[in-house]
């Protein structure tokens, strides 16, 4: 009997620091846990604002010196953050070229086009006058149809006129 209250008091006086540091070891690894969680958390924070497009985030300094999940999480961010604002800058630089680019055509179309008004306005011009000189050629010819009328109207005046005198002094 005594040796068995013996062992229960070594149980006893082994179980409770046995117990103590059980419990010092889950306390310790819930707060190391809730730490890494807590971090994690926040990398998924900075990554939902990245979703949103909000770059150029300012990520905190103290995530991204960590040596656990969470410091690689926030480092990959930052590393996709830079390169995303990379791509949307290049983007950005690609569109003020082609707008510019479409200014030009823009231009160039506008003068193609006052171009085209100034050589259909041309055309019409040469068409008219070549309608009036059409019509100063046909007006020219029906005048000297007229003038070989009246010429062939005045030989025959002449001949008239010719006879009379011959029969006058006859």
């Given at each position: ?11 006893g006086?082994?179980?409770i ?10 306390i310790?690894?819930?707060i190391?846990?809730?730490r ?28 991204m ?13 930052q ?18 070229v ?17 171009s ?55």
């Amino acid at each position: 009997a005594e040796v068995e209250v013996m062992i229960s008091k070594a149980a006893g006086a082994i179980g409770i620091p046995i117990v103590v540091v059980f419990l010092i070891a889950i306390i310790v690894a819930y707060i190391a846990a809730s730490r890494i969680a807590k971090g994690i958390a926040r990398s998924m924070n900075y990554l939902e604002q990245i979703g949103e497009g909000r770059l150029s985030l300012d990520i905190d300094k103290r995530l991204m010196k960590r040596k656990d999940s969470a410091g690689d999480i926030c480092r990959s961010v930052q590393s996709l953050d830079a390169n995303l604002t990379e791509i949307i800058g290049e983007v950005q630089k690609q569109c003020d070229v082609l707008d510019e680019s479409a200014v030009g055509c823009s231009k160039v179309a506008d003068d193609v086009m006052n171009s085209v008004e100034q050589i259909d306005q041309t055309v019409q011009e040469i068409a008219e006058a070549t309608t009036i000189q059409a019509q100063d050629a046909s007006d020219a010819g029906r005048k000297v149809s007229e003038m070989g009328d009246m010429m062939a109207n005045a030989d025959g005046q002449v001949i008239k006129l010719v006879d009379i005198t011959d029969n006058m002094s006859g």
